[in-house]
């Protein structure tokens, strides 16, 4: 009986600690749009992309109050890419300078994204708002997508080639964002900027000749860097797994007042009725 009651009692203690550590967790959906670029070495004229996709899914580790912030990881779908002004018409102004009129080659891609996030936070309005700033590490898979030329019809699905493209990227992303709590919801909207380290094209070292490519390659030599960026802002939604909502991250150490007693010494006391 002794041994049946201990383990109902650390079965207990155990479903305890894991009710109250799954109330710390949430899980959420995010959608939004944005816009895309790339850094290209030597220096390339380039112009971003508007109307990119983002879309996915966040879980979110949040601390008590008495710590900063909150952990967690996104499974993201991101449109990228850029627009290369790989020739131009010459105008000379009135004033003798030169002004160019860019045509554009125009390569659009698509990206799984894991964001490794740090979120610090604070709560305004009696913990009704949440406002924060977000770092993260990226990983990513490009696919897919296509290209366009502005001065012709040429355009099309892009060929990935082993010995060209790089399919694995990485690189930091950071933001902010702010967000209403109620019940065991979380609304708002997020700021994150994308700042891509590793190349979309393999530089010239790896990949010198560019001969037996297609119109999917408008660059006379491959670039030596092509690190991607994004900029995006989404709408986002978390459902928390507790009963009692946000309102349970109001948590604050209960203070114990310490009762001190004074003991007189008795041969004090006497002393004192001596006197």
């Known amino acids: 009986m002794k041994i049946n009651r201990l383990l109902l009692a650390l079965l207990t203690l155990l479903m305890a600690g894991a009710q109250s550590a799954m109330a710390q967790h949430t899980i959420g959906l995010f959608g939004g749009l944005g816009t895309a670029t790339a850094r290209f070495m030597p220096v390339q004229e380039t112009k971003s992309i508007f109307g990119c996709g983002d879309a996915g899914i966040s879980w979110r580790y949040y601390s008590l109050p008495r710590f900063v912030g909150a952990v967690g990881a996104d499974i993201e779908f991101l449109q990228r890419g850029f627009s290369y002004g790989y020739t131009y018409d010459t105008v000379i102004d009135e004033n003798g300078v030169e002004q160019r009129d860019y045509s ?13 996030v740090w979120q610090p936070h604070a709560y305004l309005a009696k913990n009704h708002i949440r406002v924060y700033l977000e770092a993260a590490i990226t990983f990513s898979y490009n696919f897919g997508g296509g290209y366009e030329y502005d001065d ?45 380290y590793a190349d979309l094209m393999r530089n010239m070292n790896k990949y010198y000749d560019n001969a037996t ?32 909502g946000f309102t349970a991250w109001t948590y604050k150490p209960a203070r114990q007042k310490r009762n001190r007693d004074f003991q007189f010494s008795h041969k004090g006391d006497s002393q004192l009725r001596n006197h």
């Open 104 to 116: 554009y080659f125009t390569r659009r891609l698509n990206s799984i994204m894991v964001p490794l």
């Open 152 to 196: 012709s019809d040429l355009s099309g699905r892009y060929d990935w080639r082993l010995e060209r493209d790089n399919r694995i990227n990485y690189g930091l992303a950071g933001g902010g964002g702010v967000a209403l709590l109620f019940g065991r919801y979380e609304l708002g909207v997020r700021a994150r900027y994308y700042y891509g």
């Open 213 to 244: 490519d297609g119109p999917e390659n408008p660059f006379r030599l491959t670039p030596m860097r092509s690190p991607l960026d994004n900029f995006t802002l989404a709408v986002t939604l978390a459902y928390r797994f507790n009963k009692e």
